[in-house]
């Protein structure tokens, strides 16, 4: 069956915060609540902070004067580690005297710290933005950047999730990035390995963040593009369909264009969004920011779920942008935008209506309409879901063959076909065989051909333009001028 859900690969603030409230001792340290605590700063990135520890009215404490951290399992950071904070005296000789600052055994401080717990990493299913937020960072800044062309992107994770949810997702699969895994493209790599036998994952949308890895260069990026091409490639031929919905950073430098990275990757399984700049409000700062392609495509996607199974991307509308720059605008003219289109690079414009649209909702794969349509790709994953998890719940697989069990598997699979149809998942089917197979007699195989809802995507409208125009007659009295 087809999900609702986007799944959003990449970068989030890397941490979690959390202040609480623990009472100290000299003699016996008190363990904070959250494994895999910073007890110390972290340059980064992401940039972390140390911990921050004051009395309850206030008072801040000095780590080293007044309190220390001891980390009984790991290191600080890592995700099993047990941080304990424990009490100092002023007196070297006697632990029971106050702190420096007069903490003393028993008092209450409010300490608060980032953590990064065990599961951070993993694939975590989320339907309220909040949360998202509470658990991977706000998704742009709060105070202005020192250069105006700096990003205003702070958790890029958290704002993939938050465009995808606004245009339609009703959930978003996250799965931050490790950087511990490697440098950019492996943490990629790392995170598909973790959704491969997922089945909520059919909507990916990876995000080609430009940082170590140079994700604005035509080698790097083309081997980021294969990478997520072939993840949904392979894990389609396990019965797991799946879509890639990819963009380009704002910085990608051009040299070789989108139309010739879309010919290079070619798949029905992969879509490459343009334009690689749009505009995002920030309503912290009041004033909008560019942000980048893969943006776009979080948008796509979260479209695409929330659409029926039969209903591709062609002319829908994209919200969360307020429109794109000048120059990305001043260059997409029709000329430009149909060699975009025909290589298979999937256009979003700026209608009569100054809406955001999708010109032609396509793969990088145009050999065919079978391949380039994405809704036909949709319509053939989710069909193969329903049949599989219906004949999985048949209660016939594992049972005798005796001379029903064809007529048993034939009704079984017409069920399905025809709650397919009722479901305006396909149109119809015909050619409906079930057989059992001479070569292994404990196969029986079934066959038929189904007709998916083919797209409309022009309509050609002839006129002509007439001229003629009825009889005239000219009835002028005497010594008049008509």
Do not use: W
Request: charged share 15%.
């Amino acid at each position: 069956m087809s999900t609702t859900t986007v799944t959003v690969i990449g970068p989030a603030l890397g941490y979690q915060t959390l202040s609480e409230v623990v009472t100290v001792f000299s003699g016996s340290p008190t363990s904070l609540s959250q494994r895999g605590a910073y007890v110390s700063a972290v340059e980064g990135p992401p940039a972390i902070a140390a911990p921050v520890v004051k009395t309850l009215a206030g008072v801040e404490m000095v780590f080293g004067d007044d309190y220390t951290f001891e980390v009984v399992a790991g290191s600080g950071g890592a995700a099993t580690a047990i941080t304990q904070i424990r009490r100092l005296s002023a007196d070297e000789e006697d632990a029971t005297k106050p702190s420096p600052n007069g903490l003393k055994d028993g008092d209450q401080v409010r300490v608060t710290y980032a953590f990064t717990g065990a599961t951070y990493y993993d694939p975590t299913e989320y339907e309220d933005y909040d949360q998202i937020v509470s658990a991977y960072g706000p998704a742009l800044v709060t105070s202005a950047p020192a250069s105006p062309t700096a990003s205003q992107v702070a958790s890029p994770l958290t704002l993939a999730a938050k465009i995808a949810l606004e245009n339609g997702a009703a959930s978003v699969l996250c799965v931050p990035t490790n950087p511990a895994a490697g440098d950019y493209r492996t943490q990629l790599q790392s995170a598909y390995r973790k959704i491969e036998a997922n089945y909520t994952a059919q909507l990916l949308v990876p995000l080609l963040v430009d940082g170590a890895y140079d994700a604005h260069s035509a080698t790097n990026v083309a081997n980021l593009l294969a990478d997520v091409k072939n993840h949904c490639e392979s894990v389609a031929a396990e019965g797991y369909g799946r879509i890639a919905f990819t963009g380009v950073a704002a910085a990608y430098d051009n040299t070789v264009s989108h139309d010739q990275l879309a010919l290079q990757q070619s798949s029905k399984r992969l879509v490459l969004a343009y334009p690689n700049r749009v505009l995002a409000f920030n309503s912290a700062l009041n004033a909008s920011t560019e942000i980048d392609g893969f943006y776009l495509a979080a948008a796509m996607a979260g479209r695409l779920a929330r659409n029926p199974v039969a209903r591709g991307l062609t002319m829908q509308s994209l919200t969360s942008f307020t429109g794109l720059p000048a120059t990305i605008a001043q260059a997409m003219t029709k000329t430009f935008k149909n060699n975009l289109s025909k290589s298979g690079v999937c256009v979003a414009e700026i209608n009569q209506a100054s809406q955001l649209v999708v010109r032609h909702g396509v793969s990088t794969d145009m050999t065919g309409v079978l391949t380039q349509e994405v809704s036909l790709t949709r319509i053939g994953d989710t069909l193969l879901q329903m049949l599989q998890t219906g004949m999985e719940n048949s209660g016939l697989i594992g049972e005798p063959i005796t001379p029903e069990m064809t007529i048993n598997v034939k009704s079984a699979v017409v069920g399905l076909l025809e709650q397919a149809v009722s479901d305006s998942v396909i149109v119809s089917y015909a050619n409906m065989q079930v057989r059992q197979l001479s070569s292994d007699p404990s196969i029986i195989e079934a066959t038929f051909a189904y007709k998916p809802a083919i797209p409309m995507n022009y309509i050609v409208i002839k006129f002509s333009v007439d001229l003629t125009t009825g009889d005239v007659t000219n009835d002028n009295t005497p010594g008049e001028t008509a």
